[in-house]
T-cell receptor, first 109, second 116 residues
Framework: GQNIDQPTEMTATEGAIVQINCTYQ??????LFWYQQHAGEAPTFLSY??LDGLEEKGRFSSFLSRSKGYSYLLLKELQMKDSASYLC??????????WGAGTKLIIKP | GAVVSQHPSRVICKSGTSVKIECRSL??????MFWYRQFPKQSLMLMAT?????????EQGVEKDKFLINHASLTLSTLTVTSAHPEDSSFYIC????????????FGPGTRLTVL
């Protein structure tokens, strides 16, 4: 079966670093995406990993280990505007996205 | 680049009426468009995948006669919720892909449907 797990909710402090984990089991694998979704809005693309390793993009980094079926999104220098849900999604052999339930990130001052 | 628009952004209708939602790729031609539904505090649920000029592929459990999808051009797809009922109230989001390296999906802003 296909399954994506990520924590339901996390809390972090402004200025700190937070790591959001995602584990997956999918039929076929054509990459893993991270999206950010603010309440009441559509998701916006953050990152894409298809090879093992770390992809860094400004304050956000994403890591992938295909052998472990594991990814994480690392957010540095947290800002209040980073409060949002973070969705992990894998692309299966049919190039369709399989979505996790999302992790609600709460940033406190 | 890669902007997707949706119209309307919000609609309130009476039970039994039909509602049409438009999804447009503004600055690129979308080989494939996707329609999602999202209930509060839940993840995106794919409803259907559509390619221009062909019939949409619906996910299991999605009634194709209730959720009519038309993908008339490479920049426009429409979703019509026919005979809407209160349980159809949801956030409907479309996305489009160019089929590029990432097959990245670009999302529209979503349509909030409330059926009274």
């Amino acid at each position: 079966g296909q399954n994506i797990d990520q924590p339901t909710e996390m809390t972090a402090t402004e200025g700190a670093i937070v790591q959001i984990n995602c584990t997956y089991q999918t039929s076929g694998f054509n990459g893993l995406f991270w999206y950010q979704q603010h309440a009441g809005e559509a998701p916006t693309f953050l990152s894409y990993n298809v090879l093992d390793g770390l992809e860094e993009k400004g304050r956000f980094s994403s890591f992938l280990s295909r052998s472990k079926g594991y990814s994480y999104l690392l957010l540095k220098e947290l800002q209040m505007k980073d409060s949002a849900s973070y969705l992990c999604a894998t692309m299966d052999s049919n190039y369709q996205l399989i979505w996790g339930a999302g992790t609600k990130l709460i940033i406190k001052p | 680049g890669a902007v997707v628009s949706q119209h309307p952004s919000r609609v309130i209708c009476k039970s039994g009426t039909s509602v049409k939602i438009e999804c447009r790729s503004l600055d690129f031609q979308a080989t494939t468009m996707f329609w999602y539904r999202q209930f509060p505090k839940q993840s995106l649920m794919l409803m259907a995948t559509s390619n221009e000029g062909s019939k949409a592929t619906y996910e299991q459990g999605v009634e194709k006669d209730k959720f009519l999808i038309n993908h008339a051009s490479l920049t426009l797809s429409t979703l019509t919720v026919t005979s809407a009922h209160p349980e159809d109230s949801s956030f409907y989001i479309c996305s489009a892909t160019t089929g590029g390296d990432y097959n990245e999906q670009f999302f529209g802003p979503g349509t909030r449907l409330t059926v009274l």
